[in-house]
């Protein structure tokens, strides 16, 4: 299937470069010419203006939005949906807000163009690893586009699907039509509320660990523990193995200290979607509620364990400190 693919950064490149390797025809568009002329020495051609980016898609078109949330998927929905023609297809798989999802699908519907929103899980390593998809869209919206889902998506590898899971459907294979229009973001908004409390559970534990040879501690009870061999430890039979420990391992094995962490967390908006959720839907979330407030905090005071969550964050996704302001 031939797919337009917007925004070059860290995922939108490596997603084009998936697809192009499992035979699909990718048209690349992003406003730096050398991204562009780099992809174009992969095999994949591509543009730096939006009407000579229409020009190469044939209709029906299928244009795959990947740029930060907000403004800039609001502005270039508006400036790529000016040049296209009822049946063609556009999904934005960055992390939208949901309800911007369905207004957005709302008013492209009059003009007879297709919405669909993917919540995308994968960060810097779906290249090779694959990504998790969550999807919103109509049925008929979603069998047009499998062919896509499933050459992005990890697939079943060797993990037998669970047992006395119905047969069929996709999820064992790493995508899901998981409801109409916004369905996709709703998802992927509560996954990452749950990846926030995941990641402060882990940087608490090790935070704990760490101070574990506290002087305010009895001589006898002080123990000078090796957090990098710990968590490589977990990532083995243990019940808290994880991939985020994996990264943690990583972490820890390249700066056993972090100290090329100052501990400032950035949120990038889907915690504070999912507590407003939580809040509408009257639903107790005590401790995702509790991870996003402590990102707050971690932009005036850091500990060892907000080291750990920045030292997660860049391991999967590439996400850089933002230094405190002054």
């Given at each position: ?50 009407p000579e980016f229409i020009a190469l898609l044939k209709a029906p078109r299928v244009v795959w939005l990947m740029v930060p949330s907000g403004d800039a998927t609001e502005s270039m929905v508006n400036a790529v949906a000016a040049h296209f023609e009822a049946g063609d297809i556009l999904i934005d798989g960055g992390n939208s807000y949901f309800k911007d999802d369905v207004r ?223």
């Amino acid at each position: 299937m031939q797919l337009g693919m917007v925004g070059m950064g860290r995922m939108g490149g490596n997603m084009a470069r998936r697809l192009t390797r499992d035979g699909h025809e990718v048209v690349a568009l992003d406003l730096d010419a050398e991204k562009i002329a780099a992809l174009a020495k992969e095999g994949i051609q591509g543009a730096t203006t939006i009407p000579e980016f229409i020009a190469l898609l044939k209709a029906p078109r299928v244009v795959w939005l990947m740029v930060p949330s907000g403004d800039a998927t609001e502005s270039m929905v508006n400036a790529v949906a000016a040049h296209f023609e009822a049946g063609d297809i556009l999904i934005d798989g960055g992390n939208s807000y949901f309800k911007d999802d369905v207004r957005r699908a709302e008013m492209l519907k009059p003009k007879g163009i297709h919405y669909c929103d993917v919540g995308t899980s994968g960060g810097v390593w779906g290249l090779e690893r694959g990504y998790c998809l969550m999807v919103g869209a109509d049925p008929q919206v979603f069998a047009h586009l499998e062919s896509i889902f499933k050459t992005l998506a990890p697939g079943q590898g060797d993990v037998e699907p669970t047992h006395g899971r119905a047969p069929g459907g996709t999820a064992h294979m790493g995508y899901l039509h998981a409801g109409p229009v916004g369905a996709g973001h709703f998802v992927k908004m509560v996954h990452n509320g749950i990846e926030y409390g995941l990641m402060q559970a882990y940087g608490e534990g090790f935070d704990i660990m760490k101070n574990a040879d506290s002087k305010a501690l009895p001589e006898n009870i002080r123990y000078n523990l090796n957090l990098g061999e710990i968590a490589e430890l977990w990532r083995r039979g243990s019940v808290v193995s994880s991939w985020l420990l994996d990264l943690s391992a990583i972490a820890l094995s390249d700066d056993p200290a972090l100290d090329s962490y100052a501990g400032y967390v950035q949120d990038s908006g889907e915690g504070r979607w999912t507590i407003m959720a939580a809040i509408e839907e009257s639903v107790p979330a005590d401790v995702l509620t509790a991870s996003l407030f402590v990102r707050f905090r971690s932009r005036q005071d850091h500990t060892f364990a907000e080291k750990m969550l920045s030292a997660m964050r860049k391991q999967f996704g590439g996400h850089t400190e933002r230094p405190a302001a002054g």
